[in-house]
């Protein structure tokens, strides 16, 4: 038995190595755009290359800030993504409310086509979406962007919010009725708080899909001032190819946001990865 | 008392399942009979668009010199990332799930890329990638390896694509950390009574209890890397050889940088057809070696 132990513990101490080994190769393309940032081209292109800059040149990050003005893209981006979150949060949520708490007819039905359309490549209806959008004059700016939020936020999120409905006892939906509130109340007063970890999850899902989106503006926004981050940051490389401390500077910008989000709802991350990937 | 299907009841339902079931129609529905309808025409989103039944699509089987490229590159891609990203992720949350110090450290620091912007992705690991003073090349060198022209030769630009991608599939650690924790211990103990050693256990319990997130992680990457975009746009315009030329960014490019709607759309029709197929596929066979628990 106590072979045993020892056995254990020492695997555990050569999975602890390796786990360390790998985490540092993973932080690795992290730590090699910052350092980057602060170093000037002379240095980056040292071949071979320095582990650290010489001296930290902390006006790259002005300099960049004046050939890529990432604030205005940011808040370009915040225009698409916080609309789109509140959107998202609001219809999937009446919609898991329908499938979880009511009963209508073609219900089974409809509940197996949303859920089916889960597995709905996006890529593949671009252009007529386009098309359509252009049909009416609105194929240029953030309105295709947003509006889609506002349709049903996505199967996923319906699905996941209904399952988490589902765990909640009735009881208390049903005194509200008995109190007189409407299904509207029950949902956003009584239910919503109670699923809180699972919309905060959702909210903080959607808003990095929207900020790291990249196909949906190439699509629909073509002038430079309207651009998000993360196109404007595709077009500062193919413009900006040699200037690499500026390149560096500016993604390490575009990466910040998503990165201090992930850092601060961390639980909630993890959680909504699991509740998807378990329940599903 | 059970909500009952009354009149009032299923007027609220259909309220709250609006926005959704219009989604439905105008995000799904309509388009893919748009897809439909635009592939059996020449339209270039300009002049008035002229019937040719199906002489895209006879194009794209015949003469486009691009379609067939872009289906190996698809499906080298996607296989690909899809495999080795399972593997990948399975055997750091086999890892994970050891008593290790610091282990909700380590389990963010794989996630983390994850939430990284891919154009993010693709411009450090292009500069890591880079032939001549990019760190990886000089890694090579210290081992006295040659270097490569990671994301320009032929043999390496898919490798290459592949691993970045894997890199940023974090998501995936966590959903396989939280299956292997759901592993009943008494399971596992059983084995041991009975003599088994550490590969009995994974062989006979953890595997076959982990298969149905193993099924859940390869069908939604599948779906989500068949549609692989970024790296084509942003690192290697679809190049060498079209040895990158993936669906979507030939999709993207047929339609709006040359504006052939009716060839593009031709060639997404295609796609989702390939895509549909391969889901059922994947969803047949999977009753073969889904192991489904109370059976």
């Given amino acids: 038995m106590r072979d045993m132990e020892n056995a254990k513990r020492n695997t555990n101490v050569i999975v602890t190595i390796i786990i360390s080994l790998i985490g540092l190769a993973v932080l690795f393309p992290f730590f090699w755009m910052l350092r980057s940032s602060f170093m000037s081209n002379i240095e980056i292109h040292k071949y071979p290359p320095l582990l650290l800059p010489t001296t930290w040149r902390l006006d790259n990050y002005p300099y960049a800030l004046s050939v890529f003005p990432s604030l205005r893209y940011m808040v370009n981006t915040l225009t698409i993504t916080l609309p789109s979150v509140v959107g998202v949060l609001l219809t999937s949520s009446l919609a898991a409310y329908a499938f979880a708490r009511l009963d209508f007819p073609l219900k089974r039905l409809w509940f197996t086509i949303v859920i089916g359309s889960m597995l709905m490549p996006g890529a593949v209806t671009i252009i007529p979406i386009f098309v359509a959008w252009s049909f009416i004059g609105l194929s240029n700016g953030y309105t295709p962007l947003i509006v889609p939020a506002f349709l049903g936020g996505g199967a996923v999120n319906i699905f996941l919010c209904r399952q988490f409905l589902m765990t909640i006892p009735r009881d208390l939906d049903e005194a509200a009725i008995i109190d007189g509130a409407g299904h509207v109340r029950i949902l956003f007063q009584i239910l919503a708080p109670l699923i809180r970890p699972v919309l905060i999850a959702i909210g903080l899902f959607t808003f990095i899909l929207y900020w790291n989106d990249l196909l949906g503006p190439l699509i629909y926004i073509s002038r430079t001032e309207q651009n998000t981050i993360s196109q404007a940051l595709a077009n500062f490389r193919s413009g900006f190819g040699t200037d690499w401390k500026s390149i560096m500077a500016a993604s390490c910008m575009t990466i910040t946001p998503p990165v201090v989000l992930f850092l601060i709802g961390q639980k909630y991350f993890i959680e909504g990865i699991v509740l998807s990937g378990l329940k599903a | ?295």
């Fill in chain 2, 1 to 295: 008392m059970k909500t009952r299907m009354t009149p009032q009841n299923t007027l609220t339902a259909y309220l709250f399942l609006a926005p959704a079931l219009l989604g439905l129609f105008f995000l799904t529905i309509f388009p893919i009979l748009g897809v439909v309808g635009i592939s059996l025409t020449n339209w270039s989103g300009l002049e008035k668009p002229a019937f040719v039944g199906l002489g895209n699509f006879k194009q794209i089987f015949t003469v486009d010199f691009y379609f067939y490229r872009s289906v190996v590159a698809t499906l080298y891609f996607a296989f690909g990332a899809v495999i080795s990203g399972i593997i990948y992720s399975f055997a750091i949350a086999l890892m994970l799930n050891q008593r290790i110090p610091a282990r909700g450290f380590w389990r963010s620091v794989y996630f983390i890329p994850y939430i990284v912007p891919s154009i993010g992705t693709c411009i450090v690991w292009a500069w890591m990638y880079e032939s001549n003073f990019g760190v990886l090349n000089y890694a090579l060198h210290l081992l006295g390896i040659n270097k490569i022209q990671w994301l320009q030769d032929p043999r390496y630009a898919m490798p290459s694509i592949i691993a970045m991608v894997v890199w940023g599939m974090g998501s995936m650690i966590v959903i396989f950390l939280a299956g292997l924790q759901n592993v009943p211990r008494s399971y596992l103990e059983a084995v041991e009574i009975d003599g088994g050693n550490a590969w009995h256990k994974f062989r006979h319990i953890t595997i076959p209890l982990m298969t149905p997130v193993i099924f859940y992680n390869f069908l939604m990457s599948m779906i989500s890397n068949l549609q692989i975009f970024v790296p084509a746009y942003a690192l290697t315009h679809g190049e060498p050889s079209g040895k990158t030329l993936f669906m979507v960014f030939l999709i993207y490019r047929e339609g709006f940088m040359q504006n052939s709607f009716g060839h593009a759309s031709a060639l997404s029709l295609i796609f989702f057809i390939f895509i549909a197929a391969l889901t059922a596929i994947i969803f047949a066979t999977s009753r073969r070696w889904m192991f489904y628990e109370g059976e």
